[in-house]
């Protein structure tokens, strides 16, 4: 396997007709991870080329409670666990601790084990092994790693299937489009890093282009963005806009859904709109966009030309040519 940390595997032969015979029966299916909405978000493919190899399986997603709903919500798994039960985290600490039968968690009993939190040659593997019966376990590294040939580029999403290329995983079916075309363009001007955010003044005059032009403009911010930006700058906003302040991640989904499409910085809320189909508008500084784009249904891409990665280096006038499909 390509991945870091490779498997814990039997020889070819007895690995082909396991996964034969999986495939045919029902195939319980658990993945590990604990990252960010954006990272979770972008295990959709994986989670749908899943589907399609083991038709009849079950997937278990093991993550930060508010994402598995998300992605409970996406048909994207079936059943979701606690990333943070303290009996899991204990799986991190000194292999052999207490015996197997001391901390039992459900999602081990599986066919197969994807680990998205270990190498496969750490104390989290030490007590898989032991604590997970027989389940095959696979492991994979959620984020590139440096050292591709030069010139190419992977997006994430392939990164993932390709480490796991001993399951055969075909390409992820696509998403289908959800957007009411009456409805109003979202736009988000937060993200988990400040420099990973075009300026909300831009933001405001991309609002007030599109208000010009006919399309309604409602303002998301988050408890990230209420925090970080100035108490008078978002009153201001919200004075000449609509805007819904902080809501519930549950929510995102049926709100965005309603417009039109999104327009926003590389952040979780972005990945969250293109996975429930809705078009987006996502602007990248420092990032990759070809390695960490958002994957939907149509999804756009503004990036500073050039070396620079400053988000003030976009112009209003690449980005309002990037929205013209929004409008």
């Given at each position: 396997m390509g991945g870091p940390g490779g498997t814990a595997s039997a020889g070819p032969v007895i690995r082909c007709a396991l996964l034969k015979n999986l495939a045919m029966a029902e195939t319980v299916i658990t993945l590990v991870h604990t990252g960010a909405l954006g990272d979770t978000l972008l295990l959709a493919p994986l989670l749908r080329a899943l589907r399609v190899r083991f038709p009849g399986a079950r997937r278990n997603i093991v993550t930060r409670p508010a994402f598995g709903r998300v992605l409970q919500t996406l048909g994207l798994a079936e059943q979701w666990f606690d990333g943070n039960d303290p009996r899991h985290t204990l799986w991190f600490a000194a292999e052999n601790w207490g015996d197997a039968s001391a901390a039992p968690l459900e999602w081990t009993n599986c066919d197969i084990l994807i680990s998205a939190v270990s190498d496969g040659r750490d104390a989290w593997a030490a007590n898989a092994a032991r604590l997970a019966g027989p389940a095959r376990r696979l492991f994979f590294n959620p984020t590139p790693a440096p050292g591709l040939p030069p010139g190419e580029t992977l997006h994430v999403t392939e990164f993932h299937r390709r480490q796991l290329a001993e399951l055969a995983l075909p390409q992820a079916p696509g998403v289908p489009p959800a957007r009411d075309a009456a409805g109003p363009v979202f736009v988000h001007p937060g993200s988990g890093g400040n420099g990973k955010n075009w300026p909300l003044p831009c933001f405001v005059a991309l609002a007030e282009r599109f208000k010009g032009a006919g399309v309604p403009v409602h303002f998301l911010f988050g408890e990230v963005e209420m925090e970080r930006m100035p108490t008078g700058a978002i009153a201001a906003v919200s004075q000449a806009f609509p805007c819904?302040?902080?809501?519930?991640?549950?929510?995102?989904?049926?709100?965005?859904?309603?417009?039109?499409?999104?327009?926003?910085?590389?952040?979780?809320?972005?990945?969250?709109?293109?996975?429930?189909?809705?078009?987006?508008?996502?602007?990248?500084?420092?990032?990759?966009s070809e390695m960490w784009r958002p994957v939907g249904p149509r999804v756009a891409v503004v990036q500073p030309k050039g070396r620079s990665a400053l988000m003030e280096h976009i112009s209003l006038a690449r980005v309002w040519e990037a929205t013209a499909f929004l409008r």
């Open positions: 819904a302040m902080n809501p519930p991640l549950d929510a995102l989904p049926k709100l965005l859904r309603t417009g039109r499409g999104f327009v926003g910085n590389d952040s979780g809320v972005a990945h969250l709109a293109a996975a429930f189909g809705v078009p987006v508008a996502a602007l990248f500084g420092p990032s990759d």
